[in-house]
């Protein structure tokens, strides 16, 4: 098992900037390196390729049970969660996090759990919140946190999150984060420690969401729950509140940042917006075609009724659809704003 673990999680905007990350590495790094880009469900990546090339360090897909090694990188393959268990890779389609598989946390989470002070967390370009919450995981165990300089980022809200809650290390430009990942690798370092009780209740399942449903079997009321809905299962969120940053879970195990809740939610209302702007014209179009039969049965009084009924169903539909086309946030408009508002709340 290597003394040390390095792992990057990187989304919108960041391969470039991962490629350079890894040309700049020494072939005789004392690490491991594990990588978590997301990717679409069923997207070949060549990224294990491109890292091999890019670099002395030889890339590869990861695979369930492999094992860690010095000198190696790892790369998280599409619609799997990589998970470090001990001094093996594991893979699994588990829940969504922040609509992501692969996402960062779970990596992050368990790479803090299996390597505690042995372990560097870096947080590359991209978008929402992932990685923030797993990146406090490493930084409570005393590994070393780095955040890409959201200034020469493509997308800046993953770093610019990270560095709002996690109190950071060191915020560096791209060409400086191999000089602090080859220091961190080779800084002396005790033996990895085998995780503990404590540190596997380390996840919000583990935490609080199963004992609430322990006390809820025993008919015992819990008040941890929130009022919202997951959007992807509809189960019941619980909010979790990891110092200063908030995450909501539901116990089958999809997770969300508050950013990307509200962006959920977004998504959702406009769903149902135009869910009931097709029931209004379908509802029109039958209500019509009632009112022609009417009259020809000579229910004059009756198809006209129909018809009036009709024409306040277009009415009520235009309504909706302008309500769509100019009121539903953007979802980048949502996550500025709620960063804007957490900033301001923070001075």
Same mark, same amino acid.
């Given at each position: ?19 350079? *990350? ?22 070949? =990546? ?6 091999? %090339? ?13 094992? @860690? ?6 790369? /998280? ?26 996402? @960062? ?33 490493? %930084?409570?165990?005393?590994?070393? !946190? ?19 809650? *996690?109190?950071?290390?060191? @915020?560096?430009? /791209? ?60 189960? =019941? ?9 908030? !995450? ?13 809740? *509200? @962006?959920? %939610? ?29 009259? %020809? ?29 100019? /009121? ?6 949502? =996550? ?12």
């Amino acid at each position: 098992m290597p003394r040390a673990l390095i792992v990057i999680g990187a989304s919108a905007g960041g391969i470039r900037v991962l490629l350079d *990350v890894v040309s700049r590495l020494q072939a005789d790094i004392p690490a491991a390196i594990m990588v978590v880009v997301h990717l679409p469900p069923y997207h070949r =990546t060549q990224l294990p390729e491109l890292l091999s %090339k890019a670099g002395p360090l030889p890339a590869s897909s990861a695979q369930d049970g492999d094992l @860690i090694r010095d000198g190696h990188i790892y790369v /998280a393959p599409p619609d799997h969660h990589m998970l470090v268990r001990d001094d093996r890779i594991e893979l699994n389609r588990g829940p969504r996090e922040n609509r992501a598989r692969p996402a @960062i946390d779970p990596l992050f989470r368990s790479a803090a759990r299996a390597y505690r002070a042995n372990v560097a967390g870096v947080i590359l370009s991209g978008m929402q919140g992932d990685g923030t919450v797993g990146l406090m995981a490493i %930084k409570s165990q005393g590994g070393m !946190t780095i955040v890409q300089d959201p200034q020469e980022t493509a997308y800046s809200a993953m770093p610019e999150r990270a560095i709002q809650y *996690v109190g950071v290390d060191r @915020i560096a430009a /791209a060409h400086e984060i191999p000089e602090l990942l080859m220091e961190f690798a080779r800084a002396p370092r005790p033996a990895v420690p085998r995780p503990t009780a404590e540190n596997l209740l380390s996840d919000p399942e583990a935490q609080l969401i199963q004992p609430d449903l322990a006390r809820q079997a025993e008919g015992m009321r819990s008040g941890q729950v929130s009022t919202y809905s997951c959007p992807e299962c509809g189960g =019941t969120l619980w909010q979790l509140d990891e110092g200063p940053a908030s !995450t909501f879970n539901c116990h089958v195990g999809h997770s969300y940042s508050p950013e990307m809740l *509200v @962006i959920e %939610k977004s998504e959702s209302l406009e769903t149902a917006l135009w869910s009931a702007v097709r029931t209004l014209v379908e509802r029109a179009t039958l209500t019509r075609q009632l009112a022609v039969r009417l009259r %020809k049965a000579g229910r004059e009084a009756e198809g006209a009724a129909l018809d009036e009924q009709a024409r306040a169903d277009d009415e009520n539909m235009l309504l909706i659809r302008e309500l769509i086309l100019n /009121a539903t946030p953007n979802p980048a408009d949502v =996550t500025n704003a709620l960063q804007e508002a957490e900033v301001n709340r923070a001075s």
